[in-house]
């Protein structure tokens, strides 16, 4: 959805106009979700969901804004990324998704993930483009490779820690991959549905999920206060 959703709008704004707003929306979910206090469904995908539009942004401004090749911001982004999981590592301790209890940790949390999404779209951009292997043949690069770290977990020992950040890094350049090959135009080897209702349709499923995560933590709660009860 935030490929589309930033494709969509520089499109129909000016590019600058369309970054501004999305670093200002992506700032205002950061807060909703940090003054949560906890895991509330709606609050933390609305934030990731602006993460991803922001950080689709911000590696196409250093493409097309900057001129910086896919290879160069590739590797710019995934070192950014490695700070992060390093000073992230020292400060805390641990990189555990379990463990991102203070503020402090998930505001580590939320720099991993939106470096994390620059660095997969700047990626994503790289196998279609720079590679010439086309969106969907890079979706399907990527739905292989994902299967890795599934596969490294259950059967050959990986630490579960590592095993969830090498999917996470994955899932970007996967989603971004299929959401320009279902927008673009045909003669960029696209479906041509159009980024504007690319957009809408996974917004719609997104939507669908979180009402269902969100009935399930509601009724979650109810069964653990009948249970103390």
């Known amino acids: ?35 949560q206090g906890g895991y509330v469904p709606w609050a933390y995908w609305l934030a990731v969901v602006m993460v991803g539009t922001f950080g689709t942004m911000a590696a ?20 950014a990324l490695a700070a992060v999981f390093v000073a992230w ?20 949390y939320w720099a991993a993930v939106v470096t994390t999404f620059a660095m ?20 399907l690069i990527f739905a292989a490779v994902i299967t890795i770290p599934a596969i490294g977990h259950r059967w050959g020992g990986w630490n579960a820690v590592f095993a969830f950040w090498f999917a996470y890094v994955l899932t970007r350049p996967l989603g971004a991959s299929l959401a320009d090959w279902l927008g673009k135009p045909r003669a960029a080897k696209g479906l ?35 249970t103390q009860g």
């Open 1 to 35: 959805m935030g490929e589309s959703t930033s494709d969509y709008l520089v499109h129909v704004m000016p590019p600058v106009l369309a970054v501004l707003l999305g670093f200002a929306a992506f700032l205002v979910s950061l807060v909703l979700q940090l003054r």
């Open 60 to 79: 196409d401004v250093l493409h097309i804004g900057l001129g910086v090749p896919y290879p160069i911001s590739t590797v710019l982004y995934a070192l």
């Open 89 to 108: 590592r020292r400060t805390e301790g641990t990189l555990a998704m379990h463990s991102v209890r203070t503020v402090h940790r998930e505001l580590f």
């Open 120 to 139: 997969g779209t700047a990626l994503g951009d790289l196998t279609a483009y720079t590679l010439h292997l086309g969106f969907l043949a890079s979706a």
């Open 192 to 226: 041509g549905l159009g980024s504007g209702p690319a957009a809408l349709a996974f917004a719609a499923l997104i939507a669908a999920l979180v009402g269902y995560l969100t009935i399930e933590a509601r009724a979650l709660g109810r069964s653990r206060a009948s």
